[in-house]
C-alpha cells in the first residue's frame, strides 16, 4: 500500500488562529487543531512511493500557470446531513470558483502521474470536527454560520503526507512539498 496524501489551501496563521480562538470557547466537541487546518482539493489515498517525484512535478505543472486569489471561510455545514452529521464543516465567501478550479487541474495532474484522487465531488470546505455519530448539528451549524475570517490571498498549495496514528487513528500531517501559483 502506498502513502496517503493530500493537496491542499492552507489559511495563513492568523486566520487559522482566530478560527481557534472562535471555536475555544464553544464546548462539547473536539475541534480540529490550527496545525491541521486545511481545504483539500485532491485527497490521494494509495500513492507508490515510485511515483512522489512524478506527482509533484505534474502538480506543480498544473498550479504554476493560475494567479493567486483571494479567499475566505464563511457558512457552516455537515457531511452527510446536519441530522446526521459525520463532520461539521465551513464553506468560503470568497475563491470558490477558483478552488474549484484548483481543484480540476490537480486531481487531472495526480491521474495522469499514476494517483487516483478519492472520486469524491468536490466541495469546498475546511473540517472544524466529527462529532459523536447520530447526534443532531442543527444548534452547532447556527452558531458556526456566525464566523467570517479575514480574505487573505492563496498563493500556493501544499502536498501533504497524512498518516493515520494509534487507535484514535488522528492523522499526523507534514508538508511535502508547496506548489506555487503563478505570480
Do not use: N
Not at 512511493?49 to 506543480?60: D, F, K, N, Q, S
Not at 464566523?147 to 498518516?163: E, I, K
Request: aromatic share 6%; proline share 8%.
Amino acid at each position: 500500500m502506498g502513502r496517503r496524501m493530500f493537496a491542499a489551501v492552507v489559511p495563513p496563521e492568523d486566520v487559522r488562529e482566530d478560527l481557534a480562538e472562535f471555536l475555544d470557547v464553544r464546548e462539547g466537541l473536539r475541534w480540529t487543531p490550527t496545525d491541521r487546518m486545511h481545504l483539500t482539493l485532491a485527497f490521494l489515498p494509495d500513492v507508490p512511493e515510485r511515483i512522489l517525484e512524478p506527482l509533484e512535478e505534474r502538480l506543480a505543472a498544473a498550479v504554476a500557470d493560475l494567479a493567486p486569489f483571494a479567499c475566505s471561510l464563511a457558512g457552516a455545514g455537515a457531511f452527510p446531513d446536519p441530522d446526521r452529521p459525520a463532520v461539521l464543516w465551513l464553506g468560503t465567501a470568497q475563491g470558490t470558483a477558483e478552488l474549484e478550479h484548483l481543484a480540476q487541474r490537480l486531481r487531472g495532474a495526480a491521474s495522469a502521474a499514476g494517483a487516483a484522487p478519492d472520486g469524491k465531488r468536490f466541495r469546498a470546505h475546511l473540517t472544524l470536527a466529527r462529532p459523536p455519530r447520530g447526534r443532531s448539528a442543527v444548534r452547532w451549524l447556527r452558531v458556526l454560520d456566525t464566523y467570517r475570517s479575514r480574505s487573505w490571498t492563496v498563493d500556493g498549495v501544499a502536498l501533504v503526507d497524512s498518516q493515520l496514528l494509534g487507535h484514535g487513528r488522528r492523522p499526523l500531517h507534514a508538508t511535502v512539498a508547496t506548489l506555487p501559483l503563478a505570480g
